[in-house]
Protein backbone atom coordinates (compact mmCIF):
# COMPACT_ATOMS: atom_id res chain seq x y z
CA UNK A 1 0.00 0.00 0.00
CA UNK A 2 1.29 3.45 -0.24
CA UNK A 3 2.23 5.29 2.19
CA UNK A 4 0.42 8.38 1.76
CA UNK A 5 -2.83 5.91 1.41
CA UNK A 6 -1.90 4.17 4.78
CA UNK A 7 -1.59 7.41 6.40
CA UNK A 8 -4.83 8.97 5.16
CA UNK A 9 -7.01 5.67 5.86
CA UNK A 10 -5.61 6.27 9.64
CA UNK A 11 -6.41 9.26 9.72
CA UNK A 12 -10.24 8.68 8.39
CA UNK A 13 -10.37 5.82 10.60
CA UNK A 14 -9.54 7.98 13.96
CA UNK A 15 -11.89 10.04 13.18
CA UNK A 16 -14.53 7.87 12.73
CA UNK A 17 -14.70 8.66 9.22
CA UNK A 18 -15.18 5.70 6.54
CA UNK A 19 -12.73 5.85 3.31
CA UNK A 20 -14.55 6.28 0.00
CA UNK A 21 -11.10 3.48 -1.28
CA UNK A 22 -9.81 0.41 -0.81
CA UNK A 23 -7.83 -0.32 2.26
CA UNK A 24 -5.83 -2.43 -0.02
CA UNK A 25 -5.45 -1.05 -3.38
CA UNK A 26 -3.41 -4.46 -4.23
CA UNK A 27 -6.39 -6.58 -5.96
CA UNK A 28 -5.62 -9.96 -7.13
CA UNK A 29 -7.50 -12.17 -9.55
CA UNK A 30 -9.13 -15.15 -8.35
CA UNK A 31 -11.23 -18.04 -10.71
CA UNK A 32 -14.55 -19.66 -9.86
CA UNK A 33 -15.49 -22.32 -12.39
CA UNK A 34 -14.92 -20.78 -15.47
CA UNK A 35 -15.77 -16.59 -13.73
CA UNK A 36 -12.53 -14.45 -12.97
CA UNK A 37 -12.39 -11.91 -10.12
CA UNK A 38 -10.18 -9.33 -8.96
CA UNK A 39 -10.38 -9.17 -5.46
CA UNK A 40 -9.43 -7.60 -1.82
CA UNK A 41 -7.96 -10.28 0.26
CA UNK A 42 -8.79 -10.16 3.50
CA UNK A 43 -6.24 -12.24 5.56
CA UNK A 44 -6.17 -10.69 9.22
CA UNK A 45 -8.35 -10.74 11.97
CA UNK A 46 -8.81 -6.59 11.38
CA UNK A 47 -9.37 -6.94 7.77
CA UNK A 48 -11.96 -9.96 8.03
CA UNK A 49 -14.02 -7.87 10.61
CA UNK A 50 -14.36 -4.93 8.38
CA UNK A 51 -14.76 -6.44 5.11
CA UNK A 52 -17.08 -4.21 2.87
CA UNK A 53 -18.49 -2.68 5.69
CA UNK A 54 -19.77 1.00 4.76
CA UNK A 55 -18.94 0.45 0.76
CA UNK A 56 -21.66 2.36 -1.34
CA UNK A 57 -20.69 0.42 -4.41
CA UNK A 58 -18.56 -3.04 -5.35
CA UNK A 59 -17.28 -2.22 -9.14
CA UNK A 60 -18.68 -5.27 -11.12
CA UNK A 61 -15.93 -7.76 -11.78
CA UNK A 62 -14.89 -7.30 -7.97
CA UNK A 63 -14.56 -8.84 -4.75
CA UNK A 64 -13.51 -9.34 -1.16
CA UNK A 65 -11.61 -13.16 -0.39
CA UNK A 66 -11.43 -13.94 3.20
CA UNK A 67 -8.90 -16.26 4.17
CA UNK A 68 -9.35 -17.94 7.65
CA UNK A 69 -8.22 -20.47 9.50
CA UNK A 70 -9.99 -24.01 8.59
CA UNK A 71 -13.34 -24.14 10.55
CA UNK A 72 -17.04 -22.51 10.67
CA UNK A 73 -17.74 -19.32 8.91
CA UNK A 74 -20.82 -17.06 9.61
CA UNK A 75 -20.92 -13.63 8.46
CA UNK A 76 -23.39 -11.05 8.84
CA UNK A 77 -24.39 -7.46 6.89
CA UNK A 78 -23.51 -4.90 9.58
CA UNK A 79 -23.25 -1.65 8.50
CA UNK A 80 -22.79 -3.42 5.08
CA UNK A 81 -24.54 -1.02 2.14
CA UNK A 82 -24.29 -3.80 -0.92
CA UNK A 83 -26.22 -7.01 -0.97
CA UNK A 84 -23.83 -10.00 -1.54
CA UNK A 85 -23.57 -13.11 -2.92
CA UNK A 86 -21.22 -15.18 -0.12
CA UNK A 87 -19.25 -18.44 -1.15
CA UNK A 88 -17.93 -20.49 1.43
CA UNK A 89 -14.98 -22.56 -0.08
CA UNK A 90 -13.15 -25.67 1.93
CA UNK A 91 -9.40 -25.79 2.28
CA UNK A 92 -8.33 -27.69 -0.87
CA UNK A 93 -10.48 -24.48 -2.75
CA UNK A 94 -13.85 -26.53 -3.46
CA UNK A 95 -16.95 -24.40 -3.33
CA UNK A 96 -19.37 -25.88 -0.44
CA UNK A 97 -22.55 -23.60 -0.32
CA UNK A 98 -23.06 -20.02 -1.68
CA UNK A 99 -25.48 -17.89 0.39
CA UNK A 100 -27.10 -15.78 -2.67
CA UNK A 101 -28.35 -12.03 -2.26
CA UNK A 102 -27.43 -11.39 1.21
CA UNK A 103 -28.86 -8.22 1.86
CA UNK A 104 -27.55 -4.93 3.62
CA UNK A 105 -28.68 -4.20 7.37
CA UNK A 106 -28.18 -1.37 8.92
CA UNK A 107 -30.13 -1.95 12.08
CA UNK A 108 -28.52 -3.30 15.11
CA UNK A 109 -30.50 -6.84 14.94
CA UNK A 110 -28.54 -8.52 11.64
CA UNK A 111 -28.99 -12.27 10.79
CA UNK A 112 -25.95 -14.10 10.50
CA UNK A 113 -24.60 -16.45 7.49
CA UNK A 114 -23.15 -19.62 8.87
CA UNK A 115 -21.85 -22.12 6.53
CA UNK A 116 -23.24 -25.29 6.44
CA UNK A 117 -20.12 -27.02 7.14
CA UNK A 118 -17.13 -26.30 9.45
CA UNK A 119 -14.49 -27.13 7.17
CA UNK A 120 -14.45 -23.55 5.66
CA UNK A 121 -11.18 -21.99 4.45
CA UNK A 122 -12.18 -19.25 1.77
CA UNK A 123 -14.92 -17.43 1.68
CA UNK A 124 -15.80 -15.36 -1.63
CA UNK A 125 -18.21 -11.71 -1.31
CA UNK A 126 -19.51 -10.57 -4.93
CA UNK A 127 -22.13 -8.63 -5.63
CA UNK A 128 -25.66 -10.17 -5.65
CA UNK A 129 -26.86 -12.24 -8.40
CA UNK A 130 -23.30 -12.16 -10.25
CA UNK A 131 -22.75 -16.30 -8.64
CA UNK A 132 -26.27 -16.89 -10.82
CA UNK A 133 -25.04 -14.89 -13.43
CA UNK A 134 -21.50 -16.25 -13.61
CA UNK A 135 -23.18 -19.59 -13.96
CA UNK A 136 -21.38 -20.95 -10.34
CA UNK A 137 -22.58 -23.73 -8.59
CA UNK A 138 -21.27 -25.84 -5.72
CA UNK A 139 -18.55 -27.98 -6.49
CA UNK A 140 -16.59 -25.50 -9.03
CA UNK A 141 -13.23 -25.11 -8.20
CA UNK A 142 -11.29 -21.64 -6.15
CA UNK A 143 -8.16 -20.73 -8.09
CA UNK A 144 -5.92 -18.11 -7.07
CA UNK A 145 -4.06 -16.58 -9.73
Do not use: H
Not at 16 to 44: I, K
Not at 51 to 63: I, K, T
Amino acid sequence: MKPYRSVIALSLWLAGLTPGFTLNPDLAQVTVGSATFRVEMAQTPQQRQYGLMFRRALPPGQGMLFIQPTGPAAFWMKNTYIPLDLLYFDPDGRLLQIEAGAPPCTTPDCPIYASDTATVRYILEINAGEAARRGIKPGDRLRLE
